[in-house]
């Protein structure tokens, strides 16, 4: 069993950044890669980016153009995801997820445990 808890969102202009952190619990967490996913109201959820147990190995959506950068700290039990030159379509709940497989997919059903997620809301 894996605990997995977001924190980090929150409201911010456009252009600003935020750093989201997702803290691991109750298993090895540099065994497994994990991603970051969002859900806006009324879309279906979507991946963001990835990262393998290494950390050597990064995946990102084409909609993030350069702007976020997804690492982790395995001592630490924790992976984060900088985002800058937000826009206001980046408003979304944003969940991380753990990968048993290491693949880093982009495909959320292929993730074996998720966070509750954490708002990021971006004003114009």
């Known amino acids: 069993q894996v605990q997995l808890v977001e924190s980090g969102g929150g409201l911010v202009q456009a252009g600003g950044s935020l750093r989201l952190s997702c803290a691991a619990s109750?298993?090895?967490?540099?065994?497994?890669?994990m991603g970051w996913f969002r859900q806006a109201p009324g879309k279906e959820r979507e991946f963001v980016a990835a990262?393998?147990?290494?950390?050597?190995?990064?995946d990102y959506a084409d909609f993030v153009q350069g702007r976020f950068t997804i690492s982790r700290d395995n001592a630490k039990h924790t992976v984060y995801l900088q985002m800058n030159s937000l826009k206001p379509e980046d408003t979304a709940v944003y969940s991380c997820?753990?990968?048993?497989?290491?693949?880093?997919?982009?495909?959320?059903?292929?993730?074996?445990?998720w966070g509750q997620g954490t708002q990021v809301t971006v004003s114009s």
């Open positions: 109750g298993h090895t967490f540099s065994h497994y890669a």
């Open positions: 990262i393998n147990w290494r950390g050597g190995r990064t």
């Open positions: 997820a753990a990968d048993f497989r290491d693949a880093g997919s982009r495909y959320y059903i292929e993730y074996d445990y």
